[in-house]
């Protein structure tokens, strides 16, 4: 998906889900994965990625999984990830992961958000807000 066409979707996404938050407290709830599901749809996204997998809808799993990571859209190579710690993050579970990709040194701290629930969706955060129009890049 095209930087400015996952920009389009991420905010009619949240709109979409902001307006369901009005109309009923517990409709975005539906669009929030459980834990468990979050977590592995995050390694199954990640090991692909690492894997050499090219970068498309992940297919193989219960669930489809769309990965907004603009450094593997773009070719970067994944070698390592580690999934380090859980937070809370804008009302969502967020997971912190400490990768290295090629030719990079390093990342101690790598945000990722999963919502949808099908297909899911894994979002590294900084795209996530680049999309929203709220920063990152």
């Known amino acids: 998906m095209r930087s400015s066409s996952?920009?389009?979707f991420v905010v009619g996404l949240l709109s979409m889900l902001s307006i369901a938050a009005i109309g009923c407290g517990d409709t975005e709830a539906k669009y929030?994965?459980?834990?468990e599901t979050a977590r592995e749809a995050l390694n199954v996204s990640l090991t692909a990625w690492r894997?050499?997998?090219p970068h498309r809808t992940i297919t193989?799993?219960?669930?489809?999984?769309?990965?907004?990571?603009?450094?593997w859209q773009a070719g970067t190579k994944l070698e390592?990830?580690?999934?380090?710690?859980?937070?809370?993050?804008?009302?969502?579970?967020a997971f912190i992961v400490k990768?290295?990709?090629?030719?990079?040194?390093?990342?101690p701290e790598v945000t990722y958000l999963?919502?949808?629930?099908?297909?899911?969706?894994?979002?590294?955060?900084?795209?996530?807000?680049k999309a929203s129009g709220v920063g990152g890049g």
């Open 114 to 129: 999963v919502i949808g629930n099908n297909p899911l969706m894994v979002f590294r955060k900084q795209d996530y807000d």
């Open 99 to 107: 990768m290295k990709v090629a030719g990079g040194k390093e990342e």
């Open 6 to 8: 996952l920009g389009v």
């Open 80 to 93: 390592t990830f580690e999934v380090v710690r859980e937070e809370i993050l804008e009302d969502r579970k």
């Open 60 to 71: 193989s799993w219960s669930i489809p999984i769309d990965v907004y990571d603009a450094r």
């Open 51 to 53: 894997d050499g997998q």
């Open 32 to 35: 929030i994965p459980s834990e």
